[in-house]
């Protein structure tokens, strides 16, 4: 899926004063997302791969949001010194007040919600939710009503599966993490 932002003054940032900046797209914390182009047509599955580096761990921060409503749908964002990921009515949170960059992993499952940091245990929750979105996923910010919740720092990577992807975590969280020289 490719994901656009139409308007200059809230794209973020890959380039400044010139120089490619190394940590991934910068979001300032106002203002910047990214719409995607394309719906996800999840609906009881999903796998979040992404690396983030925080400016600050104090105000919510969306990384990734696929709702229609505040109660429909999956997102995957970072408050109150914790990562949150939320589908349907189920969030688990894993601690982390990190501001260096990281790798967080959220999964779910036919029969739980899961999150984890840096390839740690994975804190779960039973949850056989389904859901049923048709607005278009955002990057940085709240998906549905308008955007808010903006992301302040940085995204490197983001990946997606419409699929339960529990198997191959460790494989996919290691490929990251050498690229990104994550340990």
Not at 71 to 88: C, E, I, P
Not at 159 to 169: A, E, H, L, P
Not at 173 to 181: D, T
Request: net charge negative.
């Amino acid at each position: 899926n490719h994901a656009t932002q139409a308007t200059a003054a809230n794209q973020p940032k890959i380039v400044d004063a010139g120089s490619l900046l190394t940590k991934g797209l910068t979001f300032d914390g106002t203002d910047d997302f990214l719409t995607l182009t394309s719906t996800l047509g999840q609906t009881d599955l999903g796998s979040y791969f992404s690396v983030v580096e925080l400016d600050s761990t104090s105000t919510a921060k969306t990384i990734f949001d696929n709702r229609d409503s505040a109660s429909d749908g999956s997102v995957l964002f970072h408050q109150s010194g914790a990562f949150q990921f939320k589908f349907l009515s189920t969030t688990e949170t894993v601690s982390s007040t990190s501001t260096s960059q990281l790798i967080a992993s959220a999964l779910k499952t036919s029969s739980k919600t899961s999150i984890g940091v840096n390839g740690a245990a994975l804190e779960e929750t039973s949850s056989t939710s389904t859901i049923s979105v048709s607005a278009l996923p955002t990057i940085g910010a709240r998906s549905f009503t308008s955007a808010a919740n903006f992301m302040d720092g940085e995204i490197a990577e983001l990946i997606i599966y419409n699929s339960d992807q529990t198997d191959n975590r460790t494989a996919i969280e290691a490929n990251i993490g050498e690229v990104y020289s994550i340990d």
